[in-house]
C-alpha cells in the first residue's frame, strides 16, 4: 500500500525533473558533412563523333607485268623499304644479250655516221650517205631504249618509301602479268575517312582538329585534321564524305583499322561542373551552393554542353561559386553545411569519399 508521504515525495521528483529539464538548452545537431566542386573555367568544345577506316597515306598492290620466273627477292615480310629499291628480279638472261648487242650496234653507228660527217661537210661524201647514216644511229638508239625498257619490266622497284606487306611467292616461281607480288604502304601519315552528318556541313572545313582513337590501344589518342571535305552529299544517308590526316610517327596505326574519331567544332572558354552537382525536376535544371558562410543556397542553371563527367553552365553561376556534388539528401536551402572535401577534379569521388574520416562523407 503506497503512504501519503511517498506519493509526495515522488511529486516533488517529477516536479525537479521538469525544471531541470526545462533550465537545460537543447543540443543542436551537427552540420552536415557535404563534398563541393569550385566551378571551373574550361576550354570546351561541342563534339561530333563517327566511326572510320583507315588507309595509307600512298598504297599500291605491286604486279607483275611480264610472264616470267622470278630469280630474285631483295625483301622479306614486314620490311621497310625506300624509293626506287629493288624488291624482285625476274629472269633476263635474254634481254641482257640483246641489251649488249643493241649497245654494240649503236656505238658502231654512231662510229659510222661521225667518220662520214666531216667527208660530207667537205664535200667527198654525199649528204644522203650522212642521212642514213644519221638514221641508222637513231634507230640502233630506239632500239636499245625498247630493249632496256624490257629489262626495266623484270625489276619490281618500290615507288615511295614505305612498309612492305607479307611475301607469298618464292624464288623460281612463274608470274603472270597481274599476279600479285606484295603490298606497299606509307604509313608515315594515316588518312581517315568517315561519313559525317550532312547537319554539320557548316562546321566541317579543312584544319579542324580531329582526334581519333581505337580498341586497339586503349587509353592512346591520335591527333590530326582535316584535310578534305567530300564535294557532294549522300542523297540516301544524308551525310558527307570527311577525310583526315592522322601522323602516325610510332607506326602503331595500319591500315583498315577502325577508327572512333571526335571533331572539336566551336571551342570556347566555358565555366564547368562537374555532372553529379546537376539536380533535375521536370526540363528545370538545380544546383546547390554554398555560400562563403557555409549556408546552402539552391539555384536554377542553364546548361549547355557535355562531356564525360562535366557539365557546361550558361546562365545561373559564377566563377567564384562553389556547388554541392556529395551530400545533397543532407542539405537544404539556408541551412549550414561542414565542407567535407573539395572535388578539383585530380582524384574521382570514389577516392575522395575513402579519404574522409571513417573512409567516407561525413
Known amino acids: 500500500m503506497?503512504?501519503?508521504?511517498?506519493?509526495?515525495?515522488?511529486?516533488?521528483?517529477?516536479?525537479?525533473?521538469?525544471?531541470?529539464?526545462?533550465?537545460?538548452?537543447?543540443?543542436?545537431?551537427?552540420?552536415?558533412?557535404?563534398?563541393?566542386?569550385?566551378?571551373?573555367?574550361?576550354?570546351?568544345?561541342?563534339?561530333?563523333?563517327?566511326?572510320?577506316?583507315?588507309?595509307?597515306?600512298?598504297?599500291?598492290?605491286?604486279?607483275?607485268?611480264?610472264?616470267?620466273?622470278?630469280?630474285?627477292?631483295?625483301?622479306?615480310?614486314?620490311?621497310?623499304?625506300?624509293?626506287?629499291?629493288?624488291?624482285?628480279?625476274?629472269?633476263?638472261?635474254?634481254?641482257?644479250?640483246?641489251?649488249?648487242?643493241?649497245?654494240?650496234?649503236?656505238?658502231?653507228?654512231?662510229?659510222?655516221?661521225?667518220?662520214?660527217?666531216?667527208?660530207?661537210?667537205?664535200?667527198?661524201?654525199?649528204?644522203?650517205?650522212?642521212?642514213?647514216?644519221k638514221r641508222e644511229w637513231e634507230t640502233a638508239r630506239a632500239r636499245l631504249a625498247g630493249i632496256e625498257s624490257l629489262l626495266a619490266d623484270r625489276l619490281i622497284k618500290a615507288p615511295f618509301e614505305g612498309v612492305v606487306g607479307l611475301r607469298d611467292l618464292s624464288v623460281g616461281a612463274l608470274v603472270q602479268p597481274g599476279d600479285l607480288i606484295t603490298t606497299l604502304d606509307d604509313d608515315r601519315v594515316m588518312k581517315l575517312e568517315f561519313p559525317v552528318s550532312a547537319a554539320y556541313l557548316g562546321a566541317l572545313r579543312p584544319g579542324l582538329e580531329a582526334i581519333a582513337s581505337s580498341r586497339a590501344f586503349p587509353g592512346r589518342s591520335f591527333t590530326g585534321s582535316i584535310k578534305a571535305v567530300d564535294s557532294r552529299i549522300d542523297p540516301v544517308t544524308r551525310s558527307i564524305r570527311v577525310r583526315a590526316l592522322l601522323p602516325n610517327p610510332e607506326r602503331l596505326l595500319k591500315p583498315g583499322m577502325l577508327m572512333h574519331v571526335e571533331l572539336q567544332k566551336n571551342p570556347r572558354e566555358a565555366l564547368v561542373i562537374p555532372e553529379e552537382a546537376l539536380q533535375p525536376l521536370g526540363e528545370q535544371q538545380f544546383v546547390f551552393i554554398v555560400g562563403s558562410d557555409n549556408t546552402v543556397e539552391k539555384r536554377e542553371v542553364t546548361i549547355g554542353g557535355r562531356r564525360p563527367g562535366r557539365v557546361e553552365v550558361l546562365e545561373g553561376l559564377t566563377g567564384d561559386d562553389r556547388v554541392i556534388t556529395h551530400g545533397h539528401a543532407r542539405a537544404a536551402p539556408g541551412q549550414a553545411v561542414t565542407i567535407s572535401a573539395v572535388d578539383d577534379g585530380s582524384r574521382t569521388l570514389p577516392e575522395l569519399l575513402r579519404s574522409l574520416p571513417g573512409g567516407r562523407s561525413e
Not at 101 to 112: D, G, H, P
Open 2 to 133: 503506497i503512504t501519503v508521504p511517498f506519493m509526495r515525495l515522488l511529486c516533488l521528483l517529477f516536479a525537479a525533473a521538469t525544471l531541470f529539464s526545462a533550465a537545460s538548452p537543447a543540443a543542436e545537431p551537427p552540420a552536415p558533412g557535404v563534398i563541393v566542386a569550385p566551378v571551373r573555367l574550361l576550354a570546351f568544345a561541342d563534339r561530333i563523333e563517327a566511326l572510320g577506316t583507315l588507309t595509307a597515306n600512298e598504297s599500291v598492290e605491286l604486279t607483275a607485268t611480264v610472264t616470267e620466273t622470278i630469280s630474285a627477292i631483295h625483301f622479306d615480310d614486314g620490311d621497310r623499304v625506300d624509293k626506287g629499291q629493288v624488291l624482285v628480279e625476274m629472269t633476263s638472261a635474254e634481254e641482257h644479250a640483246r641489251l649488249e648487242e643493241a649497245s654494240a650496234t649503236v656505238n658502231e653507228a654512231y662510229r659510222q655516221y661521225q667518220r662520214i660527217k666531216p667527208l660530207a661537210n667537205e664535200g667527198t661524201a654525199a649528204k644522203s650517205l650522212l642521212d642514213e647514216r
